[in-house]
T-cell receptor, first 117, second 109 residues
Framework: GAVVSQHPSRVICKSGTSVKIECRSLDFQATTMFWYRQFPKQSLMLMATSNEGSKATYEQGVEKDKFLINHASLTLSTLTVTSAHPEDSSFYIC?????????????FGEGSRLTVL | LAKTTQPISMDSYEGQEVNITCSHNNIATNDYITWYQQFPSQGPRFIIQGYKTKVTNEVASLFIPADRKSSTLSLPRVSLSDTAVYYCLVGVSFQKLVFGTGTRLLVSP
């Protein structure tokens, strides 16, 4: 199946710093990628839809200036958590649809666990 | 976006069949029903997808009644490694997909 890879898988940073998470589609081109956030014991919450070559679409309540999304190529989307604070500590997951996948199928990355001290 | 409702948790024993039902009363004509499995600290993994009737693959079966307002994921003869959270999603992947609460399945020896 199609492969989506995230990097880093874990990151620890100090409060006030910025952290960038990369999401790559390794064997297919993805015009659209989705970013989710997941807190412990909770479901995935959609944060934004990343569109190649255009601005991301953010879900209600998600600060676009806080969570910067760049989808500069058909295989790479990045999520930058700016001026991170402890409450931003979470598991961030990206996903993308592959042309070879089923109609409703998304391929998910391994996730990136962010810990802000 | 179709909203889904699933049981929060289920318990089972090794070797048993597990059926997890999902309600999606406002499913749209073009929507597919897709089930994902998630282990702790991992991204969700595709299990099975269907549009209507029954679909079976090497790991599960998906039963969808004619009105498509619900679906049932059937896991035959579960093992300890099937302990995970199972999500039912409704939609098409070129649109955003919203996760519901999921069902936390615990398989005991």
């Amino acid at each position: 199946g199609a492969v989506v890879s995230q990097h880093p898988s874990r990151v620890i940073c100090k409060s006030g710093t910025s952290v960038k998470i990369e999401c790559r589609s390794l064997d297919f081109q993805a015009t659209t990628m989705f970013w989710y956030r997941q807190f412990p014991k909770q479901s995935l919450m959609l944060m934004a839809t990343s569109n190649e070559g255009s601005k991301a679409t953010y879900e209600q309540g998600v600060e676009k200036d806080k969570f910067l999304i760049n989808h500069a190529s058909l295989t790479l989307s990045t999520l930058t958590v700016t001026s991170a604070h402890p409450e931003d500590s979470s598991f961030y997951i990206c996903s993308a649809r592959s042309p070879s996948g089923n109609a409703g199928e998304l391929f998910f990355g391994e996730g990136s666990r962010l810990t802000v001290l | 976006l179709a909203k889904t409702t699933q049981p929060i948790s289920m318990d089972s024993y090794e070797g048993q069949e597990v059926n997890i039902t999902c309600s999606h009363n406002n499913i749209a004509t073009n929507d597919y029903i897709t089930w994902y499995q998630q282990f702790p600290s991992q991204g969700p993994r595709f299990i099975i997808q269907g549009y209507k009737t029954k679909v079976t693959n090497e790991v599960a079966s998906l039963f969808i009644p004619a009105d498509r307002k619900s679906s049932t994921l059937s896991l035959p003869r579960v093992s300890l490694s099937d302990t995970a959270v199972y999500y039912c999603l409704v939609g098409v992947s070129f649109q955003k997909l919203v996760f519901g609460t999921g069902t936390r399945l615990l398989v005991s020896p």
